[in-house]
């Protein structure tokens, strides 16, 4: 057992000493400057006080985020808000009284802070989740809440406050780790008190509704909590030693099974995050006796895994992969154009910023556009001008090219060319 589930204590039985390294980086800016780019964030909960470290998904490049302005105290869990481009960490030992904060690390290089969280209990916070739709941070309290075994908080992403999460009609007992389906509308968490441990749900909306989910086999430990809302599946990483498994079940109650982790690379294993695009799941390997130079391990769904070995980032006790992709294509632009009457005949085109790829809410995997820059062609030639709309007069095969960018890098796509042809001035009869 990983843990110890004495309130006021720490969930770790034994935190080894572990030497304050140099980090790499007092400032990591990840600029969006890469065409096609993935980076990969996680906590480091060895380090003292505890760091955020990035890479390339392939390991290479990253170093340390900027902290100044907080002080990281045993990280537990981590999520990410593309509108205002922060990290968001639950601190759990941070903070007045150690009693924990939720803190939040901008990600272009300006340092960090802690959230607002008035109106709502934080008492240490062992995981965030985010809901995009309503902006909302949750977090699980180990201790505290009604008759002190813990409770779900929850405040608002623009710092103005929250409160505690109905949870009516499931017990929140020792929970640890959650994550959010705004599909279903629920928010899920492991409660850990005593065996067996359940995987239990509530309303996102704050009118209860909770309850607990059938699960395919029985957990040793939960350390690891996502959901992937396009699947229906809710995935919890078992990393007891021995016995490490990644399994799932199905949101809607019925059924699940087990992740076959041939190949993986699975060393005491610490939060999820699932790429359900490319099929893989990611966790943090936070190491049995040690850090472990394999800070982030993932299997494919269809089979095979491994890990990344970060080559310039700081490692220490790997938690919390939190992953952003430069945006992807999905469908191309389109072209649509209108002929406007007149004494000088001309069109208006208009070009669609098409279709890319979306967050998934509750994967911990972000890599929708924050926005989108507009180019013009015709037959060939670049023209000036930088709108979505255009008039146009001069025949010719016109294209538009659309640019998505986000923090991780960027990603352009044309579209179908558009002829226009000379305009034909009417003829007015004597």
């Known amino acids: 057992m990983a843990f110890v589930l004495a309130s006021g204590a720490s969930r770790r039985v034994a935190v080894f000493a572990a030497g304050i390294f140099a980090v790499l980086a007092a400032v990591l800016w990840i600029a969006p400057s890469a065409k096609a780019a993935e980076w990969v964030f996680w906590d480091n909960y060895r380090s003292e006080p505890g ?36 990290l968001f960490v639950a601190s759990s030992s941070g903070g007045a009284g150690k009693k924990g904060e939720i803190i939040f690390v901008n990600l272009d ?13 934080v008492n240490e916070p062992y995981g965030v989740a985010i809901d ?6 949750y977090w699980v309290n180990g ?30 007992t020792d929970p640890y780790r959650l994550a959010v389906d705004p599909v279903s509308g629920k928010v899920f968490w492991a409660n850990t008190e005593s065996a067996p441990y359940t ?5 996102l909306n704050n009118t209860g509704g909770g309850g607990t989910l059938a699960l395919p086999a029985v957990p040793s430990s939960i350390y690891g909590l996502a959901v992937d809302s396009a699947a229906g599946r809710v995935y919890w990483l078992d990393s007891s030693t021995g016995k490490e498994r990644l399994m799932f079940a199905n949101v809607n109650g019925v059924g699940g099974g087990e992740v076959s982790l041939a190949g993986a690379v699975l060393k005491a294993g610490y939060g999820l995050a699932i790429d359900s695009a490319i099929g893989r799941i990611y966790w943090g390997n936070y190491g049995i006796s040690g ?43 389109k072209l649509h154009r209108r002929v406007l009457r007149g004494k000088h005949p001309r069109s208006k085109l208009r070009c669609s910023a098409g279709g890319w790829a979306v967050d998934n809410p509750g994967t911990f995997v972000y890599q929708s556009p924050r926005s989108y820059a507009y180019k013009w062609k015709r037959n060939g ?28 890098g960027f990603a352009s796509k044309a579209s ?14 004597h």
């Open 51 to 86: 760091t955020v470290s990035a890479a390339s998904i392939d390991g290479s490049g990253g170093g340390a985020l900027n902290l100044t302005g907080v002080t990281l105290e045993g990280p537990e869990g981590m999520d990410y808000d593309p509108v205002t481009n922060r």
């Open 109 to 121: 290089g300006s340092g960090a802070g802690v959230l607002s969280t008035a109106g709502a209990e």
């Open 132 to 137: 995009p739709t309503t902006r909302i941070i």
């Open 143 to 172: 201790t505290g809440g009604p008759g002190g075994k813990g409770s779900i908080g929850f405040a608002s992403i623009d710092g103005s406050g929250g409160g505690l999460l109905n949870t009516t009609g499931v017990a929140v």
């Open 199 to 203: 995987l239990a749900f509530a309303n």
């Open 291 to 333: 850090s472990v130079p394999e800070a982030v391990g993932f299997v494919n769904l269809a089979g095979g895994g491994g890990a990344i070995t970060p080559t310039t980032a700081p490692v220490n006790g790997a938690q919390d992969p939190v992953i952003l992709k430069s945006p992807s294509n999905t469908a191309r632009p």
């Open 381 to 408: 030639k670049a023209l000036k001008g930088v709108k979505a709309t255009r008039i146009v007069r001069t025949p010719g095969r016109y294209v538009c090219i659309v640019t998505a960018t986000n923090q991780a």
């Open 416 to 429: 179908k060319p558009v002829k226009v042809k000379k305009p034909i001035k009417k003829r007015h009869s």
